[in-house]
């Protein structure tokens, strides 16, 4: 059933400027799901990366045998794991790290797949053969050994890189060694990860690059560039949004599997990831060591999806009256 | 001629974040046996909704049936059970739809979709169902049908696939065929030639016809009635040779002097101004009155809906001053 | 005023190539509006894409004021798509749904002036608005807040905006409902008038193409088989698929009393 729109022109007063962006965000504001998901992921943010920098936080790292595995308590508020370490220094601590990976490696990720399946999808004929080839190959190629074998051969490029910037701004080399030294893994998983992205918009663009706004946009000689940067790949966003949110907690899971083989985060450094794996191995003797890491991950995946759906309709100008 | 199919003050709204759209408020109209008797309106008038109702298709929520009856042969349908209702569905009536694309299974083949309602309605199967779905496609002017019953949907051209669609919906012989815009998607040749195969079919197994469509021309040669709905009401109703020959109300008169078939050539084509009213906050009194030009917008009702009143046998128009009388420009023309 | 000489255009379909356009030849002159009727797959779509230099043709050649436009290098081609612009059938299809009427219109605008910027393009764009019948405060809202009909209006403006020498519209009203087709139809006929637009006008309904066209051409199977003026066609078809064309059209009775 067609509902008919009716604008009584003549008793409104002329309207604003409007732009999809500044547009998605009144909707936004609007959505409770999404702003809460969104208040819920500022807390965890600022958590991470304003409270380590109290002095009252116990160090992540040390360690104190006789206090390990204690409950919760005034000086360990989370308690303290099988080597007597601060648990909820050590999960914001570790916080920053998976927060910084899944950002990082997934903006990558979207930076190849959205440009790779967008051009592949508009350009079509051989450009297209071309780039999903390649798509097709690096899916087939085992994704853990070329990660360890790419992040392997950075390793010394890293080191390099570490010691530039210690001398360029002076910072303790300790503070930003754990980062510094996952610029591999980043670069790595980012590079390797936009493989099912590219294909989603690929599918996307081709369908939008068949509507007459795009045909009535080629008429007016307008650059391909501007054509599938303005008029399609705006009408895809729905479903990149929804993939970037869920890519940004799988990340964050496989930074765990790499750390463990040796590739990612190394100790005493941790991650959420690391934490929970940790946890689940000693989840009979403490529980505690994979409930409390476990709530901020699942707290920060679900805030994710929340704000994630709430982004996807906030950009479609047809989700909501405005 | 007994009557089929009578709709009583058939009411159905739609329960949206936007507040309640009535769709369909207070429609009443008959079909006779063996009639072919058409809806015309625009979309939103109502028309779809009113047919897809008969049939139990109104999704629920957020529509609401309201009040009024259908009655067919005796039954309400708007009273029946998914189990009762599915007892009328494609065998005592069936539905025809715009696009035949999308209503066929590009996946099956056009004898399987033609032998499926004989197996679920009659209980025929195997080669006495093929011979019955052969006959059907030879009926609806498919040459060598024999061949062609074996083919899939998308190596029919768009003419041929409303005929197999036709084909399918009359192969349990239906007492009501309900055809819902079955011509807009086709060219005109093809239109020809599909309204020709409903009417003879019509005429041959004496099935009945509501045919929906927005185009007056159509109406005009396949309908033995005519019910104009406008903003989900009747706006006027009566056989198709009275409603021609003297058009009453405002947005019949409208419709009919809006076709650029009825003007000289550079002569300003007459067209109802503005657009229908949001279903949602329909005004009190007529609902015509802002778009009323033809008549005189002045004397319409303001303060209640106008009742629709029989002015002559059978014809039945909305008794609202304004929208009956002429305009004195266009009495002159 | 715009030419076309022996195009042809073929599609391949498995293994055979198909006709889709069968060397045509037509001319329009400026200031006119040519009908271009027939049935869906006879080669009107591919041959308006071929005008709208979209799609080139296998052979034959497109000239616009005297300039072969078959002749020039891609890069030209882009420049001389502003001089032909169209509008599409369905008038929700062919708005960019993420972008307000202002951008979409703007950006039309400014492909013609690339000067155009802040207040003056805001002028022009309210300008065009009231052109087409629309209020010039409603252009920072989105296609989905307009109705079939306003939509379709946007669409005209868009094609106008910037300034083309052809106007191609394919089928713009056969989506509408009828009492909005007569406005649409309305608002061309005036814009033609006013701003001496030349249009080709594409259409399956006969009654739409006889009441608005000057000129007809009827197409069949990738071919022209008759034209000539408008009138002369309808009332005196001589080829048979013509007469087979306007025998199938449904009729209106004339009303015996006043309407």
């Known amino acids: 059933m067609e509902n008919s729109t009716t604008i009584q022109a003549a008793n409104e007063p002329a309207e604003a400027g409007r732009s999809l962006w500044g547009d998605a965000w009144i909707r936004l504001r609007h959505n409770r799901a999404a702003m809460g998901g969104c208040a819920i992921l500022a807390i965890i943010v600022l958590l991470c990366f304003i409270i380590p920098f109290f002095p009252f936080l116990p160090d992540p790292?040390?360690?104190?045998?006789?206090?390990?595995?204690?409950?919760?308590?005034?000086?360990?508020?989370?308690?303290?794991?099988?080597?007597?370490?601060?648990?909820?220094?050590?999960?914001?601590?570790?916080?920053?790290?998976?927060?910084?990976?899944?950002?990082?490696?997934?903006?990558?990720?979207?930076?190849?797949?959205?440009?790779?399946?967008?051009?592949?999808?508009?350009?079509?004929?051989?450009?297209?053969?071309?780039?999903?080839?390649?798509?097709?190959?690096?899916?087939?190629?085992?994704?853990?050994?070329?990660?360890?074998?790419?992040?392997?051969?950075?390793?010394?490029?890293?080191?390099?890189?570490?010691?530039?910037?210690?001398?360029?701004?002076?910072?303790?080399?300790?503070?930003?060694?754990?980062?510094?030294?996952?610029?591999?893994?980043?670069?790595?998983?980012?590079?390797?990860?936009?493989?099912?992205?590219?294909?989603?918009?690929?599918?996307?663009?081709?369908?939008?690059?068949?509507?007459?706004?795009?045909?009535?946009?080629?008429?007016?000689?307008?650059?391909?560039?501007?054509?599938?940067?303005?008029?399609?790949?705006?009408?895809?966003?729905?479903?990149?949004?929804v993939y970037a949110t869920l890519t940004i907690p799988s990340v964050m899971l496989f930074e765990a599997t790499l750390s463990f083989l040796g590739m990612g985060v190394q100790p005493p450094y941790s991650s959420w990831g690391i934490l929970i794996k940790d946890g689940a191995d000693r989840m009979l003797s403490n529980s505690a060591l994979l409930v409390f890491p476990s709530i901020f991950f699942i707290l920060t995946l679900l805030s994710l999806n929340f704000l994630g759906d709430g982004l996807r309709d906030a950009l479609d100008p047809k989700s909501a009256k405005s | 001629m007994s009557t089929l199919l009578d709709i009583q003050d058939l009411k159905i709204h739609f329960h949206t974040r936007d507040g309640v759209v009535k769709a369909v408020d207070g429609v009443s109209l008959k079909v006779e046996q063996g009639e072919i008797a058409g809806i015309v309106g625009e979309s939103g008038s109502g028309k779809s909704v009113t047919a897809y109702s008969l049939l139990g298709l109104i999704p629920m929520p957020p529509g609401k049936i309201e009040g009024g009856r259908a009655l067919f042969q005796g039954t309400d349908l708007l009273r029946l059970s998914e189990r009762e209702i599915n007892q009328f569905r494609g065998r005592k009536i069936s539905m025809i739809f715009q696009d035949p694309m999308t209503s066929l299974n590009p996946y099956l083949r056009v004898s399987t979709q033609l032998t499926e309602p004989l197996a679920i309605h009659e209980r025929l199967h195997g080669k006495p169902a093929l011979h019955r779905a052969i006959e059907a496609l030879e009926q609806v002017g498919i040459e060598n049908a024999e061949k062609r019953i074996h083919s899939y949907p998308h190596e029919f051209s768009g003419g041929m696939r409303q005929r197999v669609m036709i084909a399918m919906a009359l192969i349990t012989k239906p007492d009501l065929l309900i055809a819902d815009e079955p011509t807009t998607a086709l060219d005109v040749t093809v239109q020809k030639q599909v309204l020709d195969v409903i009417r003879n079919l019509q005429k041959e197994t004496g099935t009945a016809v509501i045919f929906i469509t927005h185009d007056l021309a159509v109406v005009h040669e396949m309908c033995d009635s005519v019910n104009v709905l406008y903003a989900g009401r009747l706006i006027e109703s009566a056989p198709t040779a009275e409603l021609f020959h003297k058009p009453l109300h405002a947005y019949t008169r409208g419709l009919y002097k809006s076709n650029p078939g009825t003007h000289r050539k550079g002569e300003d084509l007459y067209s109802i101004p503005g657009l229908p009213p949001d279903l949602s906050r329909l005004p009190a009194g007529c609902s015509f009155r802002a778009r009323n030009t033809l008549g005189d917008a002045s004397l319409c009702l303001t303060d209640r809906q106008p009742e629709l009143i029989e002015i002559q046998a059978g014809h039945f128009v909305q008794n609202c001053p304004g929208c009956l009388a002429r305009h004195e420009a266009a009495v002159v023309s | 005023m715009l030419e076309l000489k022996n195009i042809r255009k073929t599609f391949r379909k498995g293994k055979e190539s198909v006709y889709a356009v069968n060397d045509v030849s037509l001319n329009i002159q400026a200031g006119e509006i040519l009908g271009l009727v027939g049935e869906s797959g006879c080669g009107k779509s591919t041959l308006s894409r071929i005008i709208m230099q979209l799609l080139l043709p296998d052979s034959g050649s497109v000239h616009l004021n005297g300039t072969n436009l078959s002749a020039l290098p891609l890069s030209a081609i882009r420049h001389h798509r502003l001089d032909f612009q169209m509008v599409f059938q369905d008038p929700y299809a062919s708005l960019n749904p993420r972008l307000t009427i202002f951008s979409t219109l703007g950006e039309a605008l400014q492909q013609r002036h690339p000067q155009l910027k802040g207040d003056e393009l805001r002028q022009r764009v309210g300008t065009l608005l009231e052109m087409v019948g629309l209020s010039s405060r409603l252009m920072q809202r989105y296609p989905h807040e307009f109705s079939g009909g306003q939509r379709q209006r946007i669409a005209i403006a868009r094609a106008l905006a910037p300034e083309p020498r052809i106007i191609i519209a394919d089928e713009p009203v056969s989506a509408l409902d009828v009492s909005i087709q007569s406005q649409i139809l309305n608002l061309l006929r005036h814009l033609q008038k006013d701003l001496g637009l030349t249009m080709l006008f594409i259409s399956h309904d006969l009654s739409v193409v006889r009441y608005l066209a000057d000129r007809i051409v009827v197409m069949y199977r990738g071919k022209i088989v008759e034209s000539g003026d408008a009138e002369e066609v309808f009332d005196h078809p001589k080829e048979a698929y013509t007469r087979q064309l306007l025998a199938a059209v449904p009729k209106l009775p004339s009303v015996v009393g006043p309407v």
Request: hydrophobic share 50%; no cysteine; glycine share 10%.
């Open chain 1, 61 to 241: 790292a040390a360690q104190s045998l006789p206090n390990k595995n204690a409950g919760p308590s005034m000086s360990h508020w989370m308690g303290t794991d099988h080597l007597g370490r601060d648990l909820f220094s050590r999960i914001l601590h570790g916080g920053r790290i998976s927060i910084l990976v899944g950002l990082i490696t997934t903006l990558v990720s979207l930076t190849i797949g959205v440009s790779v399946g967008a051009i592949a999808g508009y350009a079509g004929g051989r450009v297209d053969a071309l780039l999903m080839r390649t798509v097709d190959v690096l899916y087939s190629l085992p994704f853990l050994v070329i990660v360890i074998l790419f992040s392997a051969l950075a390793k010394g490029y890293t080191n390099d890189f570490t010691e530039w910037v210690v001398s360029l701004t002076g910072i303790n080399q300790d503070a930003i060694a754990p980062f510094t030294s996952l610029i591999p893994l980043f670069i790595a998983i980012g590079a390797l990860s936009w493989l099912n992205i590219s294909r989603i918009v690929r599918a996307s663009v081709q369908d939008i690059a068949s509507r007459e706004f795009v045909e009535a946009a080629r008429s007016l000689g307008l650059s391909h560039g501007r054509i599938l940067f303005r008029h399609i790949v705006p009408n895809a966003i729905g479903p990149i949004v």
